[in-house]
C-alpha cells in the first residue's frame, strides 16, 4: 500500500521560501506524476505542481513565478520550494501520487504552514 | 486556464435521499481527464471517481459519475451518514483545477 507523507516546518516568516519534502513508502516514485496540492483555511484545493520522476515539472500559472518541485528518486522523496511567501500562502499542504488514469489516487495527510513573522 | 464551477454550493439532504452535483467547465474537458473527490473535516480528499464514471478501488456503487464536454455530474442515490462531507471536482485535461467544492450537509 503505497503512503504519502509530508514533512516540514509548520511556521515561516514573510518573503521567506517555504519547504516541505513528501516521502513516498510501499511503492516506488519511478513512472508516476507527483503532485503538491494546497487548501487555505476554510476554502477549496488548489493544485500547485507536479514532477515527473524523470525531473519534468508543470506549475500552476498563478503560482509559477515561485514555485520549484524537485525530485530525488534515490529517496523516493519529492520537494516543495515556494518562494516569497505571505499569509495568503498559510495552508495545508498536502502531496499526491498522480495515478496510471488521471487521478490523485493516494494523498498525504497533509501538513499545516503559517506564514507568520 | 480552464474554470470548473460547482454548484450547488451547498447541498441540505436527508440520510436515504439523492444526492446530485454538479460541475461546469469553462472549455470542454475530455472523459478521461476528469475525477471527483470526497473531503471530511481534518482528512486528506479521497478519490471517488476517475474518467467522468469509474468508481476508484472500495467506493461503493451508490456513487456514479457522468458526464462529457463541459458538464459533468456526481450522483449519490442513496445518503448515508458517512457521505456527509464536501465534494471536489477535477480537470486534467489542460494544466489541473479544481472545483470550488459542493458541501452535502444534514437537513
Known amino acids: 500500500q503505497v503512503q504519502l507523507q509530508e514533512s516540514g516546518p509548520g511556521l515561516v516568516k514573510p518573503s521567506e521560501t517555504l519547504s516541505l519534502t513528501c516521502t513516498v513508502s510501499?511503492?516506488?516514485?519511478?513512472?508516476?506524476?507527483w503532485s503538491w496540492i494546497r487548501q487555505a483555511p476554510g476554502k477549496g484545493l488548489e493544485w500547485i505542481g507536479y514532477i515527473y520522476h524523470s525531473g519534468s515539472t508543470k506549475y500552476n500559472p498563478s503560482l509559477k513565478s515561485r514555485v520549484t518541485i524537485s525530485v530525488d528518486t534515490s529517496k523516493n522523496q519529492f520537494s516543495l520550494n515556494l518562494r516569497s511567501v505571505t499569509a495568503a500562502d498559510t495552508a495545508m499542504y498536502f502531496c499526491?501520487?498522480?495515478?496510471?488514469?488521471?487521478?490523485?489516487?493516494?494523498w498525504g495527510p497533509g501538513t499545516l504552514v503559517t506564514v507568520s513573522s | 486556464e480552464i474554470v470548473l464551477t460547482q454548484s450547488p454550493g451547498t447541498l441540505s439532504l436527508s440520510p436515504g435521499e439523492r444526492a446530485t452535483l454538479s460541475c461546469r467547465a469553462s472549455q470542454s474537458v475530455g472523459r478521461s481527464y476528469f475525477a471527483w473527490y470526497q473531503q471530511k473535516p481534518g482528512q486528506a480528499p479521497r478519490l471517488l471517481i476517475y474518467g467522468a464514471s469509474s468508481r476508484a478501488t472500495g467506493i461503493p456503487d451508490r456513487f456514479s459519475g457522468s458526464g462529457s464536454g463541459t458538464d459533468f455530474t456526481l450522483t449519490i442515490t442513496r445518503l448515508e451518514p458517512e457521505d456527509f462531507a464536501v465534494y471536489y471536482c477535477q480537470q486534467f485535461g489542460t494544466s489541473r483545477t479544481f472545483g470550488q467544492g459542493t458541501k452535502v450537509e444534514i437537513k
Open positions: 510501499g511503492g516506488s516514485i519511478t513512472s508516476y506524476y
Open positions: 499526491a501520487r498522480d495515478g496510471f488514469s488521471y487521478e490523485l489516487d493516494y
